[in-house]
Each structure stands twice: as C-alpha cells, then as structure tokens.
DNA sequence: ACCATTCTGAAAGTAAGTTTCATCCGTGGC
DNA sequence: GCCACGGATGAAACTTACTTTCAGAATGGT
C-alpha cells in the first residue's frame, strides 16, 4: 500500500485559481478547456450555470462536474462561490498588465521591469498564500531529525537545490547537492530510514531528478518535492509534495518567476529549521560569516 | 397600481450588505430573520442552500426568493455569488508585519512564512522601483554589443552570477562565470574594450569580486556592479551600478531577500538582451529546451 | 363582524446539478 | 495486426435545488 503522498491542499480561501491553473497541463483535454474558462474570466464562470459554462467550453455538464472534482470542489455551486470570492479580492491592478502575460514587442526597458518585478512578486507572495503550513512542518521536521539530506536538481532547479544545500550545510546540517545524475544516484542509493531526499523541478517531469528521489524513496529515506504542478510525476514519488504557484510566461521560458518561488519555499524551511535549534544556528552562521571576513573590504556602511 | 418598491438598485460589485441592513426595517418579519442572518455572516450565508437557509431562519425557502427579490436581486444563486464576493473583499490586509523584521523567537511556520514572503516581495518590488531604466538600458546595450561578458560573484551572489551567466548562454550569447578567484582573474586580464564585466555582491565588500572587477576595468572593459549598497567599494570599479533594495534582517544573515532581488535585476537585464534581438534568442530558447526534451517524463499533458 | 390586504408556507413545477452507463479512442501486450 | 484494457466523454436518467403558484392565516381598517 502507497506511501500516502500528501499534495499540500490549497488550503482555505485563496489560491484556487493559481490552483487551478497548476493543474491545469495535469486535466484531460475536455477539463483543459473548462479550466482556461474559468481561469481566463473566474468572475463570469461565476455568473455562469453549469449548463451555459459546458456550452462555452463545447463540452458536457458532466465534464464540468469532474473538473470542479478534479480541482478539489465538491460540487459546481461550490466552485462557483469560490470563484465569485477569489475574483472579488483580486482587485485587478489597474493598467495592462497581464498576469503571467508575455512581454510585448514593443517593450521598453522601464515596462520589462514593471512587468517582471510584478510577476515575481506575485508568484513569492502567491506561493506563500498556497504554501501548507503543516506539510512544511513536517518536511522541518524530517530535515531536523535526519541525519542526512540530500538535495537534487536540473538547470536552473539546480542553483536552489544548491543554494539549499549550502545553506543547511551553514548551520551544521549535514546536506549533500549532486550536480551529476550518477553521483546523485549513488548518494541516493546510500540513504536510509530518517534521512531525507528533496527533488526540486519547477515541470516536475525532469527524469533525472524524479530517478534519483524515486531512489531515495526505495532505499527508505523520507522525501520531499518541490515543483510547481502538483500533479505531476516527481509527486509520485515523493511523501511531501510543496508547490510553488508561478504562472509563468512563453517568453521566459527560464522559469524566471518559479525559481524566485522556489528560493522562497526554500528560505521557509530554512528558516524553520534554524528555528527548530535557534541558538545553535545563530552561533554556526556567526562563525561561518566570520570565516568570510578577511575577504571582505572596508568602507560599506551598513544602513543600520 | 402596485407600490413597485424600486430600491435603488445596489448598484454593481458592492455595499450589498449595507443595503441589506438599510433596507431590513422595510422588511416583512420572516424577511427580517433572513436579514438578519444574511448580514450577520455573509460567507456563511453563501455556503448554505435556499433550503437550509430557510430552515436557519424558521422560515420557507419561498420567503428566502422573496427576500431575494426584495433587496434587488433576481433569484437565491445571484445572492449567493454576490455575498460570496463580498465577504471575501471584507478580509482586511495582512496586519502589522514589521517590514525587514526578524523572525519573533516563538514563531510558527505560518508567521514564518508569511513573514519571509512579504519581505521578499517587498525586495522585490522595491528593487524594481528604484532601478533606473536608463542604466539598465546602457548595460544592456553593453552586453548586447559585448563579444564577451564575464560574470563574478561569491557565496550566495555566486548562484545569482551562474543564473546570469547560464541565461545569457541559452540565448546564444557568450558569458562566463568562474566561482574561482584566480581562474576569475586570469579571464579578467583577458578582457578587452568592448566586453562587460558583472561583479555581483550583495554587501559589496567583497575583496574577490572587487578586485577582479578591478582587473577587467585596467583592462579596458565596462565594468557593471549589482549591489544592496549604492557606496561600496565595488562601485568605485564600476562604470555602472545597479542596486537592489533588500532590508535585510539581522537573523536571515544569508541576505536570503537580497538574493531574490538580484535574480529580478538579472532577470531583467537579461530580457532586455533578448527582446533587443527576439526572434534569434527565440530560437536559441527552443532549441535549448528542445535538448533537455529526453529528459522528461511523460504524464503531465502540456497544455498546448 | 366584515372585507381587503399582506404575509406565509405547502406543494407543484421547473431548472440546475449529479450520477450512471454505453461508447469511443488511444495504448500496450501478444 | 489484433485484442484487451483503461481512461475520456457525452447522453440520458436521476436527484436536488430553486422558483412559482395558490390557498389559508394574520392583520388591520371600516
């Protein structure tokens, strides 16, 4: 019998549009099109009968039915309360700027900045909002009794596995990050019962590091993914699943906001660990930071 | 002739509840107790049924369409919606949350989290705010009409600068990163008029990077700095800054904001190259993509 | 006491939402 | 190439929610 895999439930009020569209590559085809409906417009699906917002998608009630379940709504009258609600606090911001839109042709360097400092705010603060508290918790948790962690990840996924790893590693935590697949697995393959393994991969299809977690997870360590579709294969094989809720763009297709979210899923378990052993922590970063200082030149006044 | 009571129609998205209250001496007795609890808990009242809310109010669901009607709306599910909408608009902002402040010692996830989110979004758009459009744009001209662009950075910087440098590469542009010093400025010594050099540093203070910025300046190249500190010694190397505006707190030393603000500036740098020459990043974008691709696995159906 | 008017809920009626099921289609095994 | 299988899908049956109708009860004026 599985190991429960725990997708962090878009948990109370907010976040079932980013939810939505989450899941949306994860829907059948039928559901697809409801769900950009209702993404595209939230408040007019609202206005709309379950009857009159199948038609619009050239599709059957029934389908609307198994996409609001699909989504984790009881039923259509619940899904459209929810979307009534969720389209009413967001207050669009006033001018043109489309969420998770492309940047237009035309664009000076002054509206690429407005533009992509507004989508990275908003998928920081939007994954924050998503962000299940007890699921993190638990990978706290897990990370503070492990005796061992091990962190995995491809491109750019791969600078926040490192970052992680050298942060955890700065307070005292034994954690490992392996560029290399077959090192990876390696090191995977040597893990046991109480350690931990996190694949972090915004698609959550990237083979190599789904491999390696898949590893970890035989060998008997508890494991952790980080991704931005939580339907996606790395989920499968993780106990904790975290998502980010980046809306990203056709354009940047570096995932440019969902690796700011990453960082900041990132910094919250850090910080959750430090928390766990707060005067321990303090004193290794102190001396880490230390061990900087003679390469650091004078001046700089530190505002406060 | 019927006293059509024409109620002013609340007109639009909101003060429905306040017209509800204003109207509710108007109201018949078992109107009045639908009223009541209407206003008394409007997201409540939205989750119920017409039948469980008449029952609530010891009254029939008929009453319940006539207390529709009464305050202007058409049937109970436009009610619904419209009191779904509301309550979620009544939710005040996100209380007192000291900005840059350190994380209280008995904190829980969820203040911790939420409280990382906002100071990271805040980074993030304050970053965006006070970056001057035209220095960006001269750093981009620089880079676009560099033959080659070096990039250096130390610690957490460091993962800023290989972000930087692996972009710059997938949109066909030629850029190092050496996370070594020496190696750094032996590649610095190899720089000529017409390169860029980018020293990354969140304090910057950082010897290393200075001095190799240093290195690439005598040697003719236009050197870019990207620091939280507009008087550091790394500007007096610099023949363009670009701050970041990260508050940072006294226990999150791993200057985790700043970093997030300095992957917004390199984001936006690195648009500003791609859009000045769209199509061919384009492409180079693709075909990048398109050699991870046998890295995938399945599932996930991308949308489109 | 009587009628007119309004209020009210029961019940009938209609529309909306949900379930079931047969069919279709693509995939993988033989 | 054929077949079995499983998921996806919509038609239709079904259930529940919503709306209307209507007759009785309450009120209030004369």
Chains 1, 2 share one sequence.
Request: net charge neutral; proline share 4%; with cysteine.
């Amino acid at each position: 019998m599985a190991k429960t895999t725990k997708v962090s439930a878009t948990h109370e009020s907010s976040g079932l549009i980013l939810h939505i569209s989450g899941l949306l590559p994860s829907l059948s085809p039928a559901e697809q099109r409801v769900a950009r409906l209702v993404v595209a417009d939230p408040a007019d699906a609202a206005r709309r009968t379950i009857t009159d917002l199948a038609t619009a998608a050239e599709t059957s009630e029934a389908t609307v039915i198994r996409f609001c379940r699909s989504v984790g709504m009881e039923g259509y009258p619940q899904l459209r309360i929810r979307l009534a609600a969720e389209a009413a606090r967001r207050v669009e911001p006033p001018d043109a700027r489309v969420v998770g839109g492309d940047i237009p042709p035309g664009a000076d360097l002054a509206q690429i900045i407005a533009t992509i400092a507004f989508n990275d705010a908003r998928a920081v603060e939007e994954t924050a909002e998503q962000l299940d508290p007890a699921v993190c918790e638990q990978v706290v948790d897990a990370i503070n009794g492990a005796s061992r962690v091990d962190i995995y990840g491809a491109g750019a996924s791969g600078f926040v596995a490192s970052d992680f790893q050298q942060k955890l590693h700065r307070i005292g935590r034994i954690a490992f990050y392996w560029p290399d697949v077959h090192t990876a697995l390696t090191s995977a393959a040597l893990l046991g019962k109480g350690d931990v393994a996190v694949g972090i991969s915004h698609s959550g299809t990237t083979s190599d590091v789904v491999e390696v977690l898949q590893q970890g997870r035989a060998r008997g360590a508890t494991t952790v993914a980080l991704t931005n579709f939580p339907r996606s294969p790395i989920t499968e094989v993780a106990d904790y699943v975290l998502t980010t809720a980046a809306r990203e763009t056709t354009y940047r297709s570096g995932a440019m906001a969902s690796r700011l979210a990453q960082l900041t899923v990132v910094d919250c378990l850090f910080v959750g660990v430090a928390a766990r052993n707060r005067t321990k922590a303090r004193r290794a970063l102190e001396v880490t930071a230390e061990a900087v200082q003679t390469h650091r030149v004078g001046a700089a006044r530190r505002s406060k």
